[in-house]
């Protein structure tokens, strides 16, 4: 049950941040639902990417395997959602310049 804890920190953090920033920029909204998955999987993505980079990796890694040895480990899981909330802004951000690209050349 730990170990799932983490995850979940980063798909909600990946949602805030996926219909924070369709808040904040209209021509990137892809309605509450889209916001909200676009969002998500940027999360989880996001921070997988994070763990990857040297200088983030301790941030955003050591929750898993805090939660493996039964402790959970409350920076490495605001790490995890800070990291959710940035790459699920930034997915949703490029999947609404995408859809309005594609709705441009469409028409």
Same mark, same amino acid.
């Given at each position: 049950?730990?170990?799932?804890?983490?995850?979940?920190?980063?798909?909600?953090?990946?949602?805030?941040?996926?219909?924070?920033?369709?808040?904040?920029?209209?021509?990137?909204?892809?309605?509450?639902?889209?916001?909200?998955? &676009?969002? +998500?999987? $940027?999360?989880?993505?996001?921070?997988?990417? /994070?763990?990857?980079?040297? *200088? @983030?990796? !301790? =941030? #955003? %890694?050591?929750? &898993?395997? +805090?939660? $493996?040895?039964?402790?959970?480990?409350?920076? /490495?899981?605001?790490?995890? *959602? @800070?990291? !959710? =909330? #940035? %790459?699920?802004?930034?997915?949703?951000?490029?999947?609404?310049?995408?859809?309005?690209?594609?709705?441009?050349?469409?028409?």
């Amino acid at each position: 049950m730990e170990a799932i804890i983490p995850i979940l920190v980063q798909l909600i953090g990946g949602g805030v941040g996926g219909n924070g920033i369709a808040a904040v920029l209209k021509q990137v909204n892809l309605g509450p639902v889209g916001n909200t998955i &676009a969002g +998500a999987i $940027g999360g989880w993505l996001g921070t997988w990417l /994070a763990g990857m980079i040297p *200088g @983030l990796s !301790g =941030l #955003v %890694g050591s929750a &898993a395997a +805090a939660a $493996g040895t039964g402790g959970m480990d409350i920076g /490495a899981l605001a790490g995890q *959602g @800070l990291t !959710g =909330l #940035v %790459g699920g802004g930034i997915l949703t951000t490029i999947a609404g310049l995408i859809k309005n690209a594609t709705m441009k050349s469409s028409s």
